[in-house]
């Protein structure tokens, strides 16, 4: 991975003292950052010195984490796809019940309960799905607005 910040050095002297007795006052600080799942090149060629194959060692140990985590995150998607379908299944299962009920309760009586029974259902499925098409393009509204910034 590339370094965050590249390097970087600061030197200042500063001379301190009375005019009689001056003294030379100097410093210098280098800083460097690097961030990433590998350690700092010089530092891995530091492991490969110190230990056998250290540097290859911890090559296979960042390859082996990267590879976990992405079967994870794709097992992850998996379960939540899964989760989605069996939610639609069964709510279509439930209005299934709920319109057929509604209708055997209609056909049987005639009253205004079979009705309701039927309306129930519908003007929720209608409802929902109004509701999740205005939330998706306000997502979808954000989300490109997000990237024009």
């Given amino acids: 991975m590339v370094p965050n910040n590249p390097k970087q050095s600061n030197s200042m002297q500063v001379e301190r003292g009375n005019s009689e007795q001056r003294h030379l006052v100097a410093s210098h600080v280098h800083r460097e950052q690097f961030s990433g799942p590998l350690p700092h090149p010089e530092h891995l060629e530091r492991y490969g010195n110190i230990v056998q194959d250290g540097a290859e060692r911890i090559f296979k140990m960042a390859e082996n984490q990267a590879e976990h985590r992405m079967r994870i995150e794709s097992e992850i998607v998996k379960a939540d796809i899964r989760r989605s379908d069996l939610g639609l299944l069964y709510g279509f299962l439930i209005c299934l019940v709920v319109t057929g009920s509604g209708v055997w309760i209609t ?19 209608v409802g929902l799905f109004i509701y999740n098409r205005k939330s998706q393009s306000k997502d979808k509204e954000e989300q490109s607005s997000k990237k024009k910034k």
């Fill in 107 to 125: 056909v049987q009586n005639g009253n205004l309960i079979g009705f309701v029974a039927i309306l129930t259902p519908l003007v929720s499925i």
